[in-house]
């Protein structure tokens, strides 16, 4: 009864704390709104398609169990750097939990012609939900449409495009290997000499 008492005075602090913090589904990273599989705009869930704009859609897969969510932290890539967003209870312009779904607008990062210079990608995302864990989904994206970004969204130049994940994985890579060639002829150095 002891350790009863004990386990349930240990675990109250994070029921009180608001709910249960989880983490998105591994396999729904490392994307782009307009590589993600399933497109979808939805007036209810963020609305588009939107001129420079993409529109991410998460949903709790196993919702009685899950509740709700409390709010989002969304991690994303881009050629400026990481860019943090949180997505709370309280509705904003841009973004809004709807129960079991949260959504987010972010700039596509378009050029006039229509091509990505500057495109946010999903890296990591947690959650913090009303009912016990589990993971997440990138359930849906509504990816822009051409033309030119919104004024203030941030745009590299005019058809000029940068390192993409697919570039930047690359380049890692083949400097891992370099290195390794570099360490093992040290090694081999030192083991002649």
């Given at each position: 009864?002891l350790?009863?008492?004990?386990?349930?005075?240990?675990?109250?602090?994070?029921?009180?704390?608001?709910?249960?913090?989880?983490?998105?589904?591994?396999?729904?990273?490392?994307?782009?709104?307009?590589?993600?599989?399933?497109?979808?705009c939805?007036?209810?869930?963020?609305?588009?398609?939107?001129?420079?704009?993409?529109?991410?859609?998460?949903a709790?897969?196993?919702?009685?169990?899950?509740?709700?969510?409390?709010?989002?932290?969304?991690?994303?890539?881009?050629?400026?750097?990481?860019?943090?967003?949180?997505?709370?209870?309280?509705?904003?312009?841009?973004?809004?939990?709807?129960?079991?779904?949260?959504?987010?607008?972010?700039?596509?990062?378009?050029?006039?012609?229509?091509?990505?210079?500057?495109?946010?990608?999903?890296?990591?995302?947690?959650?913090?939900?009303?009912?016990?864990?589990?993971?997440?989904?990138?359930?849906?994206?509504?990816?822009?449409?051409?033309?030119?970004?919104?004024?203030?969204?941030?745009?590299?130049?005019?058809?000029?495009?940068?390192?993409?994940?697919?570039?930047?994985?690359?380049?890692?890579?083949?400097?891992?290997?370099?290195?390794?060639?570099?360490?093992?002829?040290q090694?081999?150095?030192?083991?002649?000499?």
């Open positions: 009864m350790a009863a008492v004990i386990s349930l005075g240990s675990a109250a602090p994070a029921w009180a704390g608001g709910g249960t913090t989880i983490n998105i589904d591994p396999a729904d990273t490392g994307t782009t709104a307009a590589a993600f599989g399933t497109h979808r939805d007036p209810n869930l963020g609305g588009g398609p939107f001129q420079g704009e993409d529109v991410w859609v998460f709790l897969p196993a919702a009685k169990q899950q509740g709700t969510f409390t709010s989002l932290t969304i991690e994303f890539a881009t050629e400026g750097g990481p860019v943090t967003e949180t997505i709370t209870t309280t509705p904003a312009g841009d973004r809004a939990i709807v129960g079991d779904r949260a959504w987010i607008r972010t700039p596509a990062g378009l050029s006039s012609t229509g091509e990505l210079v500057n495109p946010f990608a999903l890296t990591n995302a947690t959650a913090v939900i009303t009912g016990t864990d589990g993971t997440f989904d990138l359930a849906q994206t509504c990816p822009a449409t051409g033309g030119t970004p919104s004024p203030g969204l941030p745009v590299t130049g005019a058809g000029v495009s940068g390192p993409t994940l697919g570039k930047l994985a690359a380049g890692g890579g083949s400097l891992i290997v370099v290195g390794l060639v570099l360490l093992l002829a090694r081999r150095r030192r083991f002649v000499a």
